[in-house]
């Protein structure tokens, strides 16, 4: 059964930093591409960053370029999304979702993420 488990979510003052993980049972995470979104409350979901399988090349949206960053741990079947410098409007679920499909893309929506995890609360305030 593929599952993918987000935690490290909760509650950062403004400039701080949270990293958050997507752990994958069920199947081997290097061979899928893997995105990261975020959805605050009366908003669209938003794709934050993606790392895709083989090469691991990454993508990061405008509005977290610079101060996420997007990686993996093989051996812990583990992607892993570091945000530094956290501001208010980063505030949403966050939420990872895994594909075969060998590629990101600039536009996020458009890659067809197959298996999504439950999501994990990131509030920013002070």
């Known amino acids: 059964q593929v599952q993918l488990v987000e935690s490290g979510g909760g509650l950062v003052q403004p400039g701080g930093s949270l990293r958050l993980s997507c752990a994958a049972s069920?199947?081997?995470?290097?061979?899928?591409?893997i995105g990261w979104f975020r959805q605050a409350p009366g908003k669209e979901r938003e794709g934050v960053s993606c790392i895709s399988s083989g090469n691991g090349n990454t993508y990061y949206a405008d509005s977290v370029k610079g101060r996420f960053t997007i990686s993996r741990d093989n051996a812990k079947n583990t992607v892993y999304l570091q945000m530094n410098s956290l501001k208010p409007e980063d505030t949403a679920v966050y939420y990872c979702?895994?594909?075969?499909?060998?590629?990101?893309?600039?536009?996020?929506?458009?890659?067809?993420?197959?298996?999504w995890g439950q999501g994990t609360q990131v509030t920013v305030s002070s």
């Open positions: 979702a895994a594909d075969l499909v060998p590629y990101c893309h600039s536009d996020l929506s458009k890659v067809p993420f197959g298996s």
């Open positions: 069920g199947f081997t995470l290097h061979y899928y591409t």
